[in-house]
């Protein structure tokens, strides 16, 4: 992560780059050809989120986007009327006559308007503009509809990454690493989709070869195997691309896996890079990443697998496909099998001590199951599906699978392979059962009906389970802590100043001086307090993020932003509005490495930070806490506050130097 966070400060510092490269990819997006091979719809929704999260200004990107769609499709549609029909027999038109043809009946169904209606959808808009000016449209025509389709398709792209942002911007509001995380995370999600739309649509023409020389060759012996195996796999059988996708799958699932289990057992090649990946994740742990990632692996709890999975089994029995229904089942069971014995074969920790594994982490049970409920569901659902389709639902699958693998590796709950090697093999039974049920109509399996129950009761069950037990997991997933203890009297001759003077974000930038330090109980820091003024406020969660969404509200209705401390949320936060109500002070608690024992008795040692705030709006959608600088009169009356305070243990003055101001003991 620290090696992308330079680049966004540069882009924000350096916006002309971060914009001309916005209009490269728009502008070739509109190329004929090449737009397939351009990736527009991930960096154009991260451009909209850089936009949301403030690293770049909303009208240099839309112009930039906008001007480079509407000139990519001009130079497609000049090509078009320049060379005329012979451009179909040049390079790179040449090498795509099926995807040609399809771009000329799409433009004689959808007429003038099949240059804004092409614009969204895959493969055909790379070919769109040049056609209909091979067709003769009107210079005049052209222009106005691609200027006016171009500004819409530049804020389709934009407006959703720009909310997306305003979203991230919420979790920016708490550091700058969450941020980049989440936006690599995103940027893997996006490039997985991206390279499933250029194989569905920059592959096929050659695969259809392909499945030619097989079948020949096939068809070649007289076996009578290899001679079903021929026509299987023959272009003529409508069923074939996906029958060798899943022969494919089966066979590079097989050995990747076979490959990954020797490098445990045998080679132990693997373990290097799981310990590098559980570094780095224990580097990134933060609390409200904590909550969504404990969320995220609920999600693929045996409980609620098993429900989506019945589920599925259930709507197949019901409408009597009964050996799929079956099937169906037994890959599953096979799947569970598979997930306890090879996880007593290979026994292995679980990354973080602490967390208890039955059946060992290999291979992660979570991710198998999650991936093979999903694939099983994919194969079914995308049955009597076109190839876009397929590709939505695969994609889809998919990134479910990746978020919830994630949470697993970022938990400390499975090493990286065991992850892996539950998604290979998840992809292999899935792959199985894909082969075998090409064979079986689709009227028998009702495919939307059945994709819409199994997700429903899978949902269901989900909220059920994270609404019941997310506390309880949360702290079991959570990291050990690692105190660090001192004497009373050690403690007030200086051990006290080993911790930070000021608060550290995520990013390891430091922030705001801490003004004090407090050895005692929270609860009667807040009772003394509350008595001179100060309000408690609830520890933030992610549905307090609701009330920044209206733009009327006040600042004393919203909570105060959610800053941590090298991770960690504040323990306590409180809040003193000043007198005309359009500031106020936030008090944050923040529990350090250390304690202090004192006659027998352990005390927790706290970081107190004061901070002002004022309401801003942002985007006219959101009203958002922004915080000011601090005032060293503020902190000088928090610590007249604090010393008045008669519950503390030990209170220590902080100052950036590392220096104390003062040191005042317990009192009676």
């Known amino acids: 992560m620290d090696h992308i966070q330079p680049f966004l400060d540069y882009f924000t510092a350096h916006p002309v780059w971060a914009i001309a490269i916005v209009f490269l990819i728009a502008f070739g997006e509109a190329l004929l050809i090449i737009g397939l091979f351009v990736p527009s719809t991930a960096v154009l929704v991260g ?331 994919s194969v079914l659902a995308s049955h009597a599906m076109g190839r876009w389709s397929r590709a939505v639902v695969a994609a889809a699958s998919g990134c479910v699978v990746t978020a919830i693998a994630f949470s697993r590796v970022y938990l400390g709950a499975d090493w990286l392979s065991d992850v892996l090697g539950g998604a290979l093999l998840a992809a292999v039974l899935s792959a199985v059962f894909g082969m075998v049920i090409e064979a079986i109509p689709s009227r028998r399996i009702r495919p939307l009906g059945l994709l819409g129950f199994t997700l429903l009761s899978g949902m269901v069950a989900g909220v059920l389970r994270i609404e019941s037990d997310h506390d309880r997991q949360l702290a079991i997933y959570a990291l050990p802590d690692r105190l660090q203890s001192y004497d009373k009297s050690a403690w007030s001759s200086g051990a006290w100043q080993n911790l930070s003077p000021r608060r550290v974000d995520l990013a390891g930038q430091p922030e705001e001086v801490f003004a004090a330090q407090w050895v005692g109980n929270l609860d009667s820091l807040a009772s003394d307090l509350e008595k001179q003024g100060w309000n408690r406020i609830d520890n933030w969660t992610w549905k307090d993020s609701i009330a920044y969404m209206d733009s009327n509200a006040s600042l004393g209705s919203l909570p105060p932003r959610p800053l941590l401390h090298q991770g960690l949320r504040a323990r306590l936060t409180m809040t003193k509005a000043s007198a005309d109500g359009s500031s106020r002070q936030v008090l944050r608690a923040f529990r350090s490495q250390a304690e202090v024992v004192n006659a027998g008795s352990k005390n927790n040692v706290y970081l107190l930070s004061v901070t002002p705030e004022i309401l801003r709006k942002r985007f006219f959608l959101l009203s958002m806490p922004s915080t000011l600088p601090v005032d060293t009169a503020d902190v000088s009356a928090l610590l007249d506050e604090l010393r008045a305070a008669p519950n503390a243990l030990l209170l220590a003055q902080s100052n950036e130097g590392g220096k104390p101001a003062a040191v005042f003991e317990a009192r009676p």
């Open 47 to 377: 451009a909209g989120v850089l936009v949301g999260t403030g690293h770049l200004g909303f009208w240099e990107v839309f112009l930039a986007t906008s001007i480079g769609a509407i000139a990519g499709d001009q130079v497609s549609y000049w090509a078009g009327r320049l060379y005329g029909q012979q451009l179909k027999a040049m390079w790179p038109l040449s090498r795509y006559p099926v995807l040609v043809a399809k771009g000329e009946d799409f433009v004689r169904d959808h007429g003038g308007k099949s240059i804004a209606v092409g614009r969204f959808v895959p493969g055909v808009k790379a070919v769109i503009p040049g056609i209909v000016g091979m067709l003769g449209m009107s210079q005049p025509f052209f222009i106005f509809v691609n200027f006016t389709s171009g500004i819409v398709w530049a804020l389709s792209h934009i407006l959703p990454g720009m909310l997306l942002g305003q979203g991230l911007a919420l979790a920016g509001e708490l550091s700058g690493r969450l941020v980049v995380v989440l936006l690599v995370l995103l940027g893997i999600i996006a490039v997985a989709g991206y390279l499933i739309r250029l194989a569905a649509a920059g592959v096929s023409p050659y695969l259809h070869q392909f499945l030619a020389r097989i079948s020949r060759w096939a068809k070649s012996y007289n076996s009578r195997a290899m001679q079903r195996f021929g026509r299987a796999v023959a272009p003529e059988n409508p069923r074939a691309s996906l029958i060798f996708l899943f022969i494919c799958v089966l066979v590079v699932g097989l050995i990747s896996l076979a490959d990954l289990i020797a490098g445990l057992v045998v080679r132990d090649a693997v373990s290097n890079l799981d310990q590098s990946i559980v570094s780095i994740m224990a580097e990134l742990r933060n609390a409200p990443a904590d909550g969504l990632m404990v969320g995220l692996s609920m999600l693929a709890d045996r409980q609620v697998v098993w429900s989506a999975g019945l589920a599925m089994v259930f709507w197949l029995f019901f409408w009597r496909a009964w050996r799929v229904g079956l099937l169906a089942l037994a890959i599953m069971l096979c799947g569970e099998l598979l997930s306890i014995g090879l996880g007593r074969l290979i026994e292995r920790p679980a990354p973080v001590a602490g967390i208890d594994v039955l059946d060992g982490t290999f291979p992660s049970g979570h991710v198998l199951m999650a991936g093979l409920a999903l694939g099983l569901l």
